[in-house]
């Protein structure tokens, strides 16, 4: 089973649809949890950035981390075509570098 | 804004060559990596360095090498490039204590025909 698990997609949506993407992961003493996102030919870019469980929201993104599930997700309400962008999910138990998912490719139709 | 600067955006080099990737970042930052990206694998850790002349070991260290000879940049080296190298390469930086927080570069996009 690998560390962190992330549905590659694509996943297609229209505008102004809730976006929903999940990663699930095995080792409990991951801590930090991050999503970045990463437009084509650019680097990731971090969007957010949780510790331990609970929600955090910013503008149309709420990040959730349920550790008991060891599943963590990202939501895009109103979502834009700026949105299109591959999606990562990165986590680190804290005194090592970050462990990434495959990261989910995002259409949004206008 | 904290900018990771990656010397090249895109690179061609022969097979056999030593190639040297260049990452500056001017933020003080401590921490710096340098990652690989291949579609379907994802982003894959290479080398890591938490502080000047130090470095350690990622997951597929095989056929790299690096160097810190100072804080603000960080070096990756091919030493003898070969075709399954071919790769988008990323370097990131973060600062104590939140090394978690990694902030990365443009990328480069090397090809070794």
């Known amino acids: 089973q690998k560390e962190v698990e992330q549905d590659p997609g694509p996943l297609s949506v229209p505008e102004g649809a809730i976006v929903s993407l999940n990663c699930t992961y095995s080792?409990?003493?991951?801590?930090?949890f991050m999503w970045y996102r990463q437009y084509s030919r650019k680097g990731p870019e971090l969007l957010m950035y949780?510790?331990?469980?609970g929600n955090k929201e910013d503008g149309r993104f709420t990040a959730q981390v349920d550790k008991s599930s060891k599943y963590i997700s990202l939501f895009i309400r109103d979502s834009q075509p700026s949105d299109s962008a591959t999606y990562l999910c990165a986590m680190s138990a804290g005194n090592t570098p970050l462990v990434f998912g495959k990261g989910t490719r995002l259409s949004v139709i206008a | 804004d904290v900018k990771v600067t990656q010397s090249s955006r895109y690179l061609v080099k022969r097979t056999g060559e030593k190639v040297f990737l260049e990452c500056v970042q001017d933020?003080?930052?401590?921490?710096m990596f340098w990652y690989r990206q291949d579609p379907g694998l994802g982003l894959r850790l290479i080398y890591f360095?938490?502080?000047?002349?130090?470095?350690e070991k990622g997951d597929i260290p095989e056929g790299y090498s690096v160097s810190r000879e100072k804080k603000e940049r960080f070096s990756l080296i091919l030493e003898s490039a070969s075709t399954n190298q071919t790769s988008m390469y990323l370097c990131?930086?973060?600062?104590?204590?939140?090394?978690?927080?990694?902030?990365f570069g443009q990328g480069t996009r090397l090809t070794v025909v």
């Open positions: 933020m003080d930052h401590e921490n």
């Open positions: 990131a930086s973060s600062y104590e204590p939140n090394r978690e927080e990694a902030f």
């Open positions: 949780t510790y331990s469980s």
């Open positions: 080792n409990s003493a991951f801590q930090y």
């Open positions: 360095s938490y502080d000047v002349k130090m470095k």
